[in-house]
């Protein structure tokens, strides 16, 4: 089975600073992880994925995540956060020959104030 | 042009109901879904089709039956309405090429339900 768990409900940074959002995984096989973010009243949007490779990702709007194996983790980061970020992100995990089946985290709410 | 839309929109209706929830998609892809949002944001999936095929079918209740005409439209079919059905509905679709699994999903806006 795949699972993601994302610790923090609730993000809360200062517009300018650094922001990191926690993700970790468990999934027997190599993962293909995701970042989406929402905003309110909107559908899904996509950030940017690890497949393989480096595992500095570059996603939309100056976001990255790093994967990290041993830590099973994805962190997803911004060096400086606007207000704008503020949203709803999920982190999200598929196995190669998992099929279609995406799993969701339960979110982290990022709120960016000035 | 919306790349997935759904409709309606918004629906409220009253326990025992039957309803029905379209999503179109026009970007050519092949994999369709219906996923679920409860109202602590959770996201669960339901269904999957690929070429009008069934291929994810998830522990949901008998009373949700997703149909797929084309492969550029799925619908949610929902009998006898339960409180419990109120959510946020998202379609979403994907094309199947690559790398299995590596694929990125384009959600609809959602459709809220509530159930009365």
């Known amino acids: 089975a795949q699972s993601v768990a994302q610790p923090e409900d609730q993000v809360n940074v200062a517009e300018g600073n650094p922001l990191t959002v926690k993700c970790t995984y468990s999934v027997s096989g190599n993962p293909y992880l995701f970042w989406y973010v929402q905003y309110p009243n909107r559908g899904l949007q996509f950030l940017l994925k690890y497949i393989t490779g480096d595992n500095l990702v570059k996603g939309s709007y100056g976001f990255e995540a790093e994967f990290n194996k041993s830590q099973t983790s994805f962190h997803l980061k911004k060096p400086s956060a606007l207000v704008s970020d503020s949203a709803l992100y999920f982190c999200a995990v598929r196995t190669k020959g998992g099929g279609n089946k995406l799993t969701f985290g339960t979110g982290t709410q990022l709120k960016v104030e000035l | ?116």
């Open chain 2, 1 to 116: 042009d919306t790349a997935v839309s759904q409709t309606p929109k918004y629906l409220v209706t009253q326990m025992g109901n039957d309803k029905s929830i379209k999503c179109e998609q026009n970007l050519g892809h092949d994999t369709m879904y219906w996923y679920k949002q409860d109202s602590k944001k959770f996201l669960k999936i339901m269904f999957s089709y690929n070429n009008k095929e069934l291929i994810i079918n998830e522990t949901v209740p008998n009373r949700f039956s997703p149909k797929s005409p084309d492969k550029a439209h799925l619908n949610l079919h929902i009998n006898s309405l339960e409180l419990g059905d109120s959510a946020v509905y998202f379609c979403a679709s994907s094309q199947d090429k690559g790398i299995s699994g590596a694929n990125v999903l384009t959600f609809g806006a959602g459709s809220r339900l509530t159930v009365l």
